[in-house]
């Protein structure tokens, strides 16, 4: 096994903590799903919040899907002035066999524009 970073990133529509952690547990799992990976293979997250996002920690909904014994840290996101608003950003380290060239990286709901050399959904 070999420790990989996966990303990823999800855009919200508003800042509302319902809101804020569904969307951050439609990233995480499909982060999981599409590296076949489970809740074992995870050695820590790390999370991000654009500074517009106040209502929720996104590591609550990590929780919320089980994940309770992975290390997590939430910051702020620099307030780069022109970036995208209200995004939500994972980097998590994972214990996985797959070669680097075929982890997948996940940017959901218009966060393609951040990485499109990494992102697949467009
Ligand atoms: O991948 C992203 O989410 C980006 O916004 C790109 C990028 C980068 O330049 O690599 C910029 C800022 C974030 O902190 C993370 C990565």
């Known amino acids: 096994m070999t420790v990989r970073a996966i990303r990823g990133a999800t855009q919200l529509d508003a ?44 590591a609550v909904a990590v929780r919320n899907l089980g994940i309770t014994d992975v290390p997590m840290m939430c910051a702020q996101e620099i ?12 980097m998590a380290h994972v214990e996985t066999d797959r070669p680097r060239a075929d982890i997948r990286h996940v940017y959901l709901h218009g966060t393609t524009v951040l990485r499109d050399d990494l992102a697949e959904d467009r």
């Open 15 to 58: 800042d509302e903590a319902e809101h804020l952690l569904e969307r951050t547990a439609e990233l995480m799992t499909e982060v999981l799903d599409r590296n076949d990976l489970t809740s074992d293979d995870v050695i820590s997250i790390f999370l991000t919040a654009t500074p517009d996002l106040r209502s929720a920690f996104p």
């Open 79 to 90: 307030g780069v002035p022109g970036a995208l608003p209200r995004v939500v950003r994972l």
